[in-house]
């Protein structure tokens, strides 16, 4: 039912089409304008667009009816402005469990406001994010293994005599580190991804994207909150993310108190802007610092907060790792989604702070890929070190790891260890 004359293929297509050929609802969740309802449309008949206030009004009247009037296979586009409409899908399921029938977007984890959730066992889930540069440069979105898998082989590849470097391809033209900022801060929203902005319009777009986001659509989640507060505190995540700050000293320089944070922290993840990466634990290594990780899912979305233009990233040092980080993971967390199993993305650091690594993968049959991000173009053998200790701890459960890096060179660091241009993540 795909129609691609003039939709861009995203990476979720394939998956979303054996959900819905498997199963009768599937809802697709994430942040507001990365593609949500483009990409359902493309599998469906019918749409319900429940944020056009006549037709969310005859939903509420009567969600049943309002179903049994519509065609299949129905989008339920922004279900949550109608949180009803998940009470009627559950009993037209229970009825008839035929595959393919409903599809529901939402940009909202308004579930998490109602004390049962109506979907539990008729409805699969599927979250898609924004766009990754595979994405927008349609390299081979269906048949070629994710960066982990070919990560966590190239172990394997080596103690077989095969290229490695072959596993990592590099696209025509390899960005430099100016590159991967412009990149990064063009965002990784349809409407500026495949849109030539200039950086005058790129940044209005943000900025009213941020207005919307901090006021009418968390006010859908809390009502009663200060947006001067929630912007303040979301500029402060953005200035701190992927480290690790003390709570106290993130809530001190927000300005607010830890119950404030708390229900600000799960606000931002409620509206799929703000993810946390938990702590990575194993019964082989001790004192681990349990505290999670905050990331700010587009970094274009953290420049326009904080103000930063590219030329700001490239001058503060601090900044250009966070934005390189951010980035990295911006690109690999839409692949991870889809795999089977579906990896645990982790972090790792001791508690003395002598070790430290970016992001501990943990893939199918406990196997772990370890990543370190540097902006820099020629990572050595020190840069490794925290890879090669977590190896060393782990044994054979350690299957790959790399220095993700800004240079043009695949090239060995140690044993089973890496460093890999970002760009080979779409290469």
């Known amino acids: 039912m795909v129609d691609f004359a003039d939709y861009r293929p995203r990476l979720v297509d394939r998956h979303l089409g054996d959900l819905f050929a498997e199963f009768p609802a599937v809802m697709i969740n994430g942040a507001r304008a990365t593609g949500k309802t483009t990409t359902a449309r493309q599998h469906v008949s019918a749409v319900l667009s429940l944020d056009i206030p006549g037709v969310a009004a005859s939903m509420r009247a009567d969600p049943d009816a309002a179903l049994r009037r519509a065609g299949r296979p129905l989008l339920l586009d922004e279900w949550q402005e109608v949180p009803e409409v998940l009470g009627a899908v559950k009993r037209a399921v229970d009825r008839d469990s035929r595959p393919g029938q409903f599809l529901l977007t939402g940009s909202v984890r308004a579930e998490l406001s109602n004390e049962m959730w109506a979907g539990t066992g008729r409805i699969v ?19 070629r293994p994710s960066f982990l898998a070919r990560l966590a082989d190239a172990g394997d590849a080596r103690s077989r005599g095969e290229d490695v470097d072959a596993l990592f391809p590099l696209p025509a033209e390899v960005p430099d580190i100016d590159g991967y900022v412009a990149l990064a801060l063009r965002g990784a929203f349809p ?74 922290d799960r606000l931002l993840e409620s509206l799929y802007v703000v993810e946390q990466v938990p ?12 505290a999670r990780k905050r990331y700010v899912v587009d970094p274009a979305l953290a420049a326009a907060a904080t103000r930063m233009t590219p030329d700001a990233v490239l001058r503060d040092v601090d ?17 991870a989604a889809l795999m089977f199993p579906k990896p645990q993305i982790r972090h790792l650091r001791t508690r003395a702070g002598r070790q430290e690594v970016d992001l501990v993968i943990e893939l199918s049959a406990g196997r772990v890929v370890g990543l370190e991000f540097k902006a820099g173009a020629a990572p050595d053998a020190r840069d490794a070190r925290h890879l090669r200790w977590l190896a060393d701890e782990i044994g054979t459960d350690f299957a790959a790891g790399a220095v993700v890096h800004s240079g043009s060179q695949v090239y060995e660091l140690a044993e089973r260890v890496w460093a890999i241009p970002m760009c080979a993540l779409w290469g």
């Open 191 to 264: 409407e500026l991804a495949y849109r030539d902005r200039t950086p005058q319009g790129r940044q209005t777009w943000l900025s009213s994207y941020l207005d919307d986001l901090l006021t009418r659509d968390a006010a859908t989640v809390q009502e009663r909150k200060d947006p001067v507060r929630l912007r303040r505190y979301f500029e402060t995540v953005c200035l701190n993310m992927a480290g690790m700050p003390t709570d106290l000293s993130l809530y001190q320089e927000a300005g607010v108190n830890a119950k404030t944070a708390a229900s600000y």
């Open 319 to 335: 900044m250009l790792g966070r934005i390189f980080d951010t980035f990295g993971l911006a690109q690999l967390r839409p692949e």
């Open 279 to 290: 702590a990575w634990s194993n019964n082989r290594i001790k004192s681990l610092v349990q």
């Open 125 to 143: 889930r599927l979250s898609m994010y924004g766009i990754t540069e595979r994405e927008v440069l349609e390299v081979e979105l269906t048949a």
